[in-house]
């Protein structure tokens, strides 16, 4: 039987830090924007998403990248990418 490798898709979103007071943790608004089915407007759509910030280096305001990893915490599941 051959083996079958699984290769899991990394996510790459960027967004703005809205909150850094917690120890290696920022929170992340990342936007997008979402078509309405029946009027086809486009709304815009926020998460505000934990991230692993090492050291504290990002602060808030600053645009950053954050990429998916390994469940790190109960709520976080991305990195901070500088």
């Given at each position: 039987m051959?083996?079958?490798s699984t290769t899991k898709k990394i996510k790459v979103l960027r967004g703005?830090?809205?909150?850094?007071?917690?120890?290696d943790t920022?929170?992340?608004?990342?936007?997008?924007f979402v078509k309405h089915s029946k009027?086809?407007?486009y709304?815009?759509?926020t998460a505000r998403i934990k991230a692993h910030n090492p050291g504290n280096r990002a602060k808030e305001?600053?645009?950053v990248s954050i990429r998916s990893t390994r469940p790190l915490s109960?709520?976080?599941h991305f990195e901070i990418v500088f």
């Open positions: 051959a083996k079958e703005t830090v809205v909150s850094d007071k917690m120890q920022a929170v992340v608004a990342v936007s997008r009027y086809k407007k709304l815009k759509r305001g600053d645009i109960k709520d976080k």
